[in-house]
Structure formats: C-alpha cells, structure tokens
C-alpha cells in the first residue's frame, strides 16, 4: 500500500484502537440503587421523540420506583412500555412509574420498558452524550450522561463515547 491508501489505512487503525481505548462508565449510584449502560439512538432528520434505555439494580432491602426522566433537549419525558397484544404492538406510559424490587434488576431496552423523551427540540447524534435526570421515588433524582449510538443501534455500541 502506498499514498492514499496507506493514510487511510493508518487513520481506519488509528480510529479502531481508540475506540477499543474508550472504557466503560463506572456505574452511577443514588441510594442503594446502581445505574448502568445508560444509551439511546441517534434520531433521524425531523425526529421529535427519543427513546433512553439502562439497567437498574437495587442493593437495598426496600423497593424504589422510577417515576420521571427529563432532557434538556425534549419538552417533556414518560417512563412508557411496549408490548404486543393480539398481534398489535401498543406503547403506553407506565402509570406510577417502573418498581424496581429488592435485591432485583430491572433493563429498559428496545421492545419492553423505556424513556420517551417528546417534542424534542433537537436531534440526537452519534457519539453525544445526554445529561438525563432520573427521578425515583425513594432514591430521588440523579443525573446521569446518556451515551447517543447509531441509528439503527440494538445496545450500547463499544467504544461508544459516554
């Protein structure tokens, strides 16, 4: 390889080894809840809502809730969840928010529990990061960075910026 082919190469290197260079997030706490893998997708041109997605654990001995999430960029936000009856696919706010059990887990992912952030004043783009503000009932609220993956994204994407 030589000229233009080599430069690109070595860039196509570059990029890969510090994508690979990124680490995870250390998790974030609030009370005896551990917040992990916080992500949403890039919206598409004229998008005016979002959805977020995490994991989140309780260590404690008492149930939480989460109750509200808010961005900066988005009128307003719902904790929603979609499911499938009788072959069609409903999406609906959570009434009283998510429970999140003692000593349990509960992930909000693509197809089940999540955020939808509405009327969005702007788009969301690959490799940002988005300050969420989460609020539990018990815990209280915390703000934590949202990393943004691509378009099409099934999860958080390595070396994805957070």
């Given at each position: 390889?030589?000229?233009?082919r080599?430069?690109?190469?070595?860039?196509?290197?570059?990029?890969?080894?510090?994508?690979?260079?990124v680490?995870?997030?250390?998790?974030v706490?609030?009370?005896?809840?551990?917040?992990?893998?916080?992500?949403?997708?890039?919206?598409p041109?004229?998008?005016?809502?979002a959805?977020?997605y995490?994991?989140?654990?309780?260590?404690?001995?008492?149930?939480d809730r989460?109750?509200?999430?808010?961005i900066?960029l988005a009128?307003?936000?719902?904790?929603?969840?979609?499911?499938?009856?009788?072959?069609?696919?409903?999406?609906?706010?959570?009434?009283?928010?998510?429970?999140i059990?003692?000593?349990?887990?509960?992930?909000?992912?693509?197809?089940?529990?999540?955020?939808?952030?509405?009327?969005?004043?702007?788009g969301?783009?690959?490799?940002?990061?988005?300050?969420?503000r989460?609020t539990f009932?018990?815990?209280g609220?915390?703000?934590?960075?949202?990393?943004v993956?691509?378009?099409g994204?099934?999860?958080?994407e390595?070396?994805?910026?957070?």
């Open positions: 390889m030589t000229g233009p080599l430069l690109a190469a070595a860039s196509l290197a570059a990029f890969a080894l510090a994508g690979a260079a680490a995870e997030p250390a998790p706490k609030v009370g005896t809840l551990t917040i992990e893998s916080p992500w949403m997708r890039a919206t041109g004229g998008a005016t809502v959805g977020g995490l994991r989140i654990t309780n260590g404690g001995a008492e149930p989460l109750v509200a999430a808010s900066p009128a307003r936000g719902e904790v929603h969840e979609m499911s499938v009856e009788a072959g069609i696919m409903k999406m609906r706010p959570v009434e009283g928010g998510i429970a059990p003692p000593g349990g887990t509960v992930e909000l992912k693509p197809g089940g529990y999540h955020l939808m952030f509405m009327d969005l004043s702007a969301l783009k690959e490799g940002e990061t988005v300050p969420t989460l009932e018990r815990a609220s915390v703000t934590v960075p949202f990393a993956g691509s378009l994204a099934r999860g958080p390595p070396g994805q910026a957070r």
